[in-house]
């Protein structure tokens, strides 16, 4: 069956959507929620004080607390995205290596400065890696580097492809032939969220949806909040709703 995560703020700001979870206890909430709808794991960026993305320990310590303790036994990631430490690989990497509470998995982008070593480090202590890929360059990178992580993330909306649908494809593809056996979850990002999501289910592929990626029901109505859209997800790849 179709996995279906739920991505639960990335770095998008409360101006853009009321509902988005800038705190650890409004995280924790959501969490439980997108549950509720059907995810069945959790990708999230833990704040700092003023909003903003980070990787530092005391803010993921306090989300990675509020969430296990709200959703036991749920496999939960966190981004390492490179914009947490305004492109300072070294700063990042320092970050995660004084981590105390440990997510199951992290989003690592193959493109990013420090990929290897970060990879090499997170290995190290248990957790999982989900490679971002978001064009056939990173494919091939990827490929050559020859990591088998624990997923890949197809998020060609993310580079600003021309036709995200068209461009998953081809990644797709190219991962298959060289012999990546690791799962695809594929997503897109506002305006072509629905459409990328609809393919990917249709090539039997992994998918995630929350406010990090849109705001918007496939009408465009604006989405009520993360359980909504999660709802919604799981209707289009014919999921059936867990048990409460």
């Known amino acids: 069956m179709t996995l279906l995560q739920a991505c639960l703020n990335g770095n998008r700001p409360r101006s853009d959507h009321p509902a988005v979870p800038i705190t650890a206890a409004e995280l924790a909430r959501d969490a439980a929620s997108a549950l509720a709808a059907g995810a069945r794991e959790l990708h999230v960026h833990p704040r700092g004080p003023a909003g903003e993305d980070t990787v530092e320990p005391g803010p993921v310590a306090d989300a990675v607390r509020a969430i296990r303790a709200a959703c036991p036994g749920t496999p939960l990631g966190l981004t390492t995205g490179l914009w947490t430490t305004a492109g300072d690989a070294e700063r990042r990497h320092a970050f995660v290596a004084a981590w105390e509470n440990l997510p199951d998995y992290v ?30 360059e990173g494919a091939e ?29 081809e990644i797709d593809a190219r991962l298959v032939e060289a012999g990546v056996g690791a799962p695809q979850l594929h997503h897109g990002a ?55």
């Open 190 to 244: 506002n305006d072509d969220t629905w459409r990328v999501l609809d393919a990917a289910v249709a090539r039997g592929r992994d998918i995630r949806i929350g406010l990090e990626d849109t705001i918007a029901m496939p009408d465009g109505a604006p989405a009520r909040d993360n359980a909504a859209l999660v709802g919604e997800a799981l209707r289009r790849i014919g999921g059936v709703k867990p048990r409460p």
């Open 107 to 136: 989003s690592a982008n193959v493109v990013e400065t420090g990929f290897v070593e970060l990879c090499e480090l997170v290995t190290a202590r248990g957790v999982g890696i989900e490679v971002g890929v978001w064009d056939l």
């Open 141 to 169: 990178a990827l490929i050559e580097i020859g990591i088998q992580p624990l997923r890949v993330l197809v998020e060609t909306s993310d580079a600003w492809s021309a036709d995200p649908v068209a461009a998953a494809a």
